[in-house]
Each structure stands twice: as C-alpha cells, then as structure tokens.
C-alpha cells in the first residue's frame, strides 16, 4: 500500500475529466473536463479529497469534529453557528502537513509560466470545490468559500486551509443535515486557478432558468469582475437569445455603478464605474452572440443545460466555472400557433394563481368578453378558445377577438382588438381613418352602453349584494357536498358574473373616451392637454378605494387620540391584538376594527381565493393604521379629496369657459363634451368599485371549500382542507358523483403551482415563443432620463424606494418615491405616504395612475425594470405630466 508520503495531492487540469467528481470534486472536475476539450479556460490545478483526508488524519480533526458536533440543534440557528465556528477555528490553527505544502508550491510556481506571465506571485483563485458537488441531483454551489487575487506562498497556503474549513461553515453543515449528507462522507478539493482580469464578466445559462425555455440562453454582463453579479452589487444587463438561429430577442441594459477590480495588494477593491459608461450595455451584438454559442458548444459537450461564470479580458473570452443547472424547471405546454396576451392582467394579477381560481378566472373572462362583444353589437366566434391558461395565470386568445371584429375594416379591425386585448396600454388616438357602416353601428352601441350604465350600477350593485348577502347566512354546515357545489357555481358564475361582465365593457369604453376627451381639449389646450385631461378624472367622490383607505385614517386618527391604543401600536404586529384586548380603552378600538372589518374584510392580500382576507387575518389593517400614526393631518385622504375635488371643479370652469367661446362650441360641443366627460367620470370611479365587489365572493367562497376540505379530509380523499384549493370546480363536481382519492393530483398541482412562482410568466406568448411587448423593454437613457406613461399630472424631486411586495411596505417614508413593480389596491394606503410613484406596468388607466391621481401624487407608469434600474437613496425626478424619470445627480445612503 502506497504511504502518504509517495502521495500526488496535485493534478493539473490536463489531469482531469468529468468523471473525477470523488477526487477533485465537481467544480474542478468541470474545469479539467473543459481544458482538455480545448475550450478556454484559464490555467490551474486542484488540491484533491485525499489532500483534504491527509490534513484531517493529521491534524486528528475526525474525532474533535464528532464531539463538537454531538447533540446538534440544527433548528437552533444559534447553536449551529457557534459549534461550527469552533470547528473552524480548530482547523485553521492546523499545520499543513509538508508533503502537501511541497506540491501545492511547486504547482503555484509553475503555474505563472503555463499562463505567460513572468511575474510572481501571479494572482490566483482559490475556490473550494465538494466531492457532491455541482452533481445533476443536488446542488452544492455557493454552500463553501471562493477567495480571489490571491497572491504569494503563505496567502495561498492560508486560503487553502481555509476553503478546507469552509466545508464547516453554519449553512454548510445545515445543508448536508437537510440533505441527508454523512458528514464524514463528504471531503472538500480545491482548485487553484490562474486569475483573469475581467474587463467584463458575467453569467451565461444555457437554458432560459426562469421560463424553462430550452431554446433560449440569458446572459447577465457588467463591468469588471463577476463577484459584482454573484454578490448582486449590481443590477447587470440581460440579454435573452434564442439558440436556434442565434437572435437576440432582449436587451435589459442596468445601470451598473460599481465595479469590482483586483486590489493592488491582494483580494478585490468596488469601484466607481465612471457615469457615462455606467448605462451603457456591457457586451456588444458581437459578444453576445459570441458567448451564446460558446455556451451551446458547452452544454453539447456535457448534454445538459449549463450554467457558466464567464470573463472577458484581452479580447479574449475565458470560462471561469461550469455546473449543470439543477433547478431548471420544465416549460409548460405552449400553444404553437396563434397568440396569447396577458398585459390586461399584469396588474390585476401579479401573481400566479392556484388551481380553483385561475380554472374559474378562466370562464369568468370568457363569459365577460362575450357579454362585451354583445353589446358591441358582435357575435362571439364558436370552436376557438378564448382564454388560455398557462404558468397559472390567465390570457386572451387575440384570434378569438380577431374573428369576432373580423367584419370590420382594417383599421378598425386593428383598433378594436389592440384595446380589447389591452385597453390599459397606450394606442394610436381615434378612428377617423375609417368611417363605415360598421363603424357608426359600433359607436351607436357605445354610446348607448355609456348613457343607461350610470343609471344601472346601483341596481345591479343592490341585486349583487342581496345575493352574497344570503350565502353568507347559509348553513354550510348543514348542507350536502352536491348542495355545496352548486352553491359555488351559483355564487361565482352567477351572481359574480352577472357584475363582473360589465366591467371589461367598461373599461374598454374608458379607454376610448379617454382618447376622445383627449383629442377635443387638444384643440383647446394643445401641450397641456393631457394635464387637463387627468386633472378633469380625479377627484371624483365616490371610489371605494379612497373610502376604504378613509376608514384606515379614522381608524388611526382614533388610536391616536387614546394613548393607550397608541401604546398597543407600538408592539410588533402579530401582538397588536393581544395587547389591545388587555385594556378597556383597547377592547373598544377592536369594536371600531370590527366594524370596519365588517364592511371591508372581504378585501384580499393576494388577488386569489387561496389567501386568507382582511377579515380572516387583519394583519395588513393593523399594519396600515401603525404607519398613518406619525403622518400629520395633511396627508389625510379625505383632504386630498376635496383639495381634488375644489381644484376639478374650478377646471372644469375654464374648460367651459374656452369651449364655449363661439356659437358652435357653445351650442353644440360643450353638451356632448360634458356628457362624455360626466360619464367617463363615473366609469373610471366604478372601475375600483368592480375590484372591491369582486373580492366581495371571497369569504364565502372561501368558507364553502374548506367545508368540502375538511369532510374530504375525513374522508381520505384530500390530505388537508387546503388541498381544496388545488382542484377545479370541474373536478370537485367529478369527485363529488364519483368519490376516489385526489392525493396524487393535488401534489402534482402544488409543485406545478411552486415552480410558476418561481418564474415570470412572458406577458406574449406568440406561436410558442415568449415576446415581451416593446412598453415593457427598457427604453436607452438620455442624460439620465427615463421613458413611461403619464399616469398622474404634477413633477416632484425626491429620494427613491424600491418596495418589490407588501413585505416591503414598511421601507416607505413619508415623501419618498416610491418604485414598485406595480400597485394593486393593497398598496393605496401606501399612496398617503409617497411622494410620487413609478410603476413597471400600466398605463393611465391602471390602480395605480387613478389613484395617485386621487392622492394628487405624480405618477409615471410602465418604466420598464424600473424596479431594477433605480436604487434605494437614489435623487430622482417624477415629470407625470411628460410621463419621463430623470435621474438626479448624487444619492443619499
């Protein structure tokens, strides 16, 4: 048997293939299987797993690691964390045996000639590599330590040891106790490689790791070395290529203000990236290109999708690392011809939706665009779908709109469908272009829809409320499971879409007025007619959001006034309750809380049947009312209103006054104009309004299915309640007649539904291929300014924060702007708070735009990526008038 002595602790990457895993482990086997394939990779050698086991036998480290380790908490953060810093701290004090140091110097001295340097120390970096590592069924990556710019004998003789004890960090061993990992298994390499000075450096999968897209390599670039990335110092550019034919369908190209370069000494140093070169993309067309098809070339050699850490430097590009992609997810079906739009939704439902919700989203929006093409006076086409579900999120058929409209002329035919399959985006003004029979027939059924609607809301909202009003006196408990069942389907595509189909045809006309309204004042106004125009629609009492955020200041306005309750406000949020209810004074705020609760309960935290509502978990109302306790009484709503309200009414005067200048506009425009206005008006209020009433369903809804959960819990049929979220009406009604187990089927569905929340559904899909529209890619800077949609009139200066979800609401402060991917009504209480807003999707019909316009708050919606391009502290400029965001100079911490 060979003593340890005789022992090679070194191989060079010639030295090593794929199938190396238990000797250099996976990192360095993947470095040595890409060197010997020709591929560029920069110069190195690996310290094997025996070289790891020689330290550990010598330092008779098994034994002490057992003991500190007995007894492990592994639930006890604190416990891991001091146990195995002591293992750590063992370990470094360790002398490296001889026989390694000799071959680990020897190699290093060696090294600087293979790469054609001259000078020494050349700097390396040492990066820890695990013997399971990198492999097809789990991933190690990221679990030990990298360390770069290595320079010298005893900083890389230090490192070593370190990336030895890194094996032993707290996420480490967490990690393999999770895993099923033995301890004593599993040994550590490292791979000692000649550094490149990456002029640019970035990650390249080649598959698409969000969409499970395998035809589609993104590429992330930026300036300097790839740590800005991996550390998410910087937002990097993104570059989405299409591998069949080579073709960049995006660019997102970030603002990356920091590099990260190699310090003079040792180790790595940020720096400033200069501001003209800060927006500009990282990569050309060229390098793109060049990078995607060394990718390819890559992941052909292993025959898996890949993930690359990669570098530019000399004009040369080089990979530094490669690991299979162990988390691809696999792309849905997608329907290969014909196109399926969901940038109506991407506001409405941001998120993707369970199973019972969506399958019923899915045959209300068809029973909604139908009832919308009959008052148009259009027939619905038979055998094509309508609507189409996918990455759990719901999305128009254009054909299906296509066919409907297909009698008109060109045009029109184009108009028509842009707006119904978008009506929140921005479109070409009017239809003068042609004028026919169709047309004029179109625009008799409009206008008469615009005329009787106002006058029918409230009897429809009465029928409504009558009708869920006496399900949520039902019995559930007392009925049957049939009973049940056909109470939903009463309650959802009765009662429900009898209210909801209006709301599309409202929303459509909106957007047709508006372009109307727009159109006349232009004449007026010229420039400052979009300002006239968004300043005519706000202040409109009546919308049930501003009520609802009203009530919230009450609510708050009451806490502030007693001491007691205020106190109570200053727990952490899950013990608001429990202290409120241990005083008299608190014990009558809960009946103030229930009162609203009440009337606004059924309002949601996510737009789906799945989440518990107001009512059920009033965490976000007890959130909101904390925030408004330090605001001062101008930032009340209800001020705003009648601020809006008085300065609405005095415009609506002028614009009277101009139109009414001569005979004609006196006689004839200024009625219709008035009309037109008064009714988008009202449309745009209630357009909020068919919001709240549709989450109206919810408690009920919600009630009757977990009733079904629990008894087919009991039953077997289901493991838990929950599951009942899982399964379509459809299949409840199937179970129901036919009883038999759905175990397998909800499992099925929550892993489906997990891996949708893990990506961004595409807002096109266009003959199976994914288009993401030109309002939502970046629009190139000029001078720091930045391209949206006016949403809300006013210019504002102040300092940005980015709040990605409601876990974030806490960051806002008074008068700082607030940037989020967009705003659905959880976020208005938000709106008393900001500044201004920016938003990534919507258009001047979105929440977001009316209710900033409500709040006279400037807003500018659809800043593509805005979420990533801004940072927190960042001094910028709203122009809601010119829907532009200028960067200021200099930030705030």
Known sequence: MENRESTSYVRLFSQIAAGDVQIVGGKGANLGEMARAGLPVPPGFCLTAEAYRAFIAGAHADETIRQILAGLQVDDPEDVDVRTEQIRNFLTAQQTPMSITEQVLQSYHQLGAEHGSSAFPIPVAVRSSATAEDLPTASFAGQQDTYLNVRGDDALLAQVKRCWASLWTARAVTYRVKQGFDHQQVALAVVVQAMVHSEISGVLFTANPISGNRNEAVINASWGLGEAIVSGAVSPDTFVVRMSDNSILSREIASKD???EYSQEAGTVEIPVPVEKRTLPALSDDQVIELARLGEKIAQHYNVPMDIEWGFARGKMYVLQARPITTLQEAPDLPQTGEYNRTMFLEIFPDPMSPAFVSTVQILFHSMLDFTLRALGVESPQGIPAVGVFYNQPYFHREYIEAAVSHFGPVIRERLVAQMVNPFGKHAHGMRAEISVGFVKLAIHMLAFMMRFPSQLPRILSSYHKEVAAVEKLNVQAMSDPEIHAQINELVFGTLSRLLNYDFLMITLIRMTYQMLGGWLHHYFGEESEQVRTKLVTGVTGNVTMETNQRLWDLAEIAKSVPVVRAAFCARV???????????EGRAFLVELNRFLTEYGHRELKMDILYPTWGEDPTPVLAFVRRYLDLDP??????????????????????????????VGRLVFWPVFHRILTDTQAHTRERDTMHFELTRIFPPFRRMLLELGRRWTGRGLINEPEDMFFLTLAEMGDVIQSPRSMKDQVAKRRVQFEKSKLRVAPAIIRDGQQVVPENLLPITTVHGEYQGIAGSPGVVTGIARVVQGVEDFDKLAKGELLIAPLTNPVWTPLFAIAGGVITEVGGILSHGAIIAREYGIPAVMAVADATKTFKDGQRLTIDGNKGIVFVEQGAVA
């Open 258 to 260: 920091i590099s990260i």
């Open 634 to 663: 101008n930032s009340s709503p209800r001020r705003q209103q009648e601020h809006l309200f008085k300065q609405r009414e005095e415009l609506t005067q002028t614009v009277e006054a101009r139109i009414k200048r001569d005979p």
């Open 574 to 584: 899950p013990d608001i309750m429990l202290r409120l209810q241990e005083t008299p």
